[in-house]
């Protein structure tokens, strides 16, 4: 068996497309999910199908309720999901979200033995979110170098980026290379129950794009 690894996954294109690239590294992997309170709650089950269908060695959904501080449009149905492109971060930003996982990834990591933690962050086809940056990773990294039983004792952690530098049509390309089927992924901020698209949020207006740059055909289900 290969190295333990905990990959967090949404069920979305990005995090499915990181799970094929550690399967594929020999990692032995432990998939990661949250139901933090998100108003496109149909990626929980296909996180659960891309887990199921990649055959980890486990999966596991975190509950969490992000939506008790409110904040973005994700987690607080008063606020509108922007369907224009913004500037600056948008409201779909949930404050702390990607430090607030990495630190559950990071102590599940520490109980299975595992130093090694994936993420499907990217700095360039992305929504301005700064937990995405380089910059970021880095420092969490050295943190949970900090902060850990392992991380003392010299085992030390990794957090992966395999996606940082890459565009969404690079990464699409990536992932067919690696068989991903992209058909079952959500991305869309606003899914419904069964997981169609709106085809019109950021999320899905970068999907889209990224499928007509690598020129691949785009799978995704739409509901308009």
Known sequence: MGKKAVILVSGGLDSTTVLAMAIKQGFECYTLSFDYGQRHRSELAAAQWVSESMAVQAHKVVKLDLGTIGGS??????????ESETCGIPITYVPARNTVFLSIALGWAEVLGSNDIFVGVNAVDYSGYPDCRPDYISAYERMANLAT????????????TPLIDMTKAQIIQAGVAHNVDYSQTVSC????????????CDSCRLRRQGFADAGIKDPTRYKK
């Open 73 to 82: 449009a994700l987690t607080d149905t008063a606020l509108e999901v922007p």
């Open 149 to 160: 039983k392992a991380g003392v004792e010299g085992n030390r952690m990794v957090i992966h």
């Open 189 to 200: 901020y606003q899914a419904t129950a069964d997981g169609a698209a709106c085809g019109v």
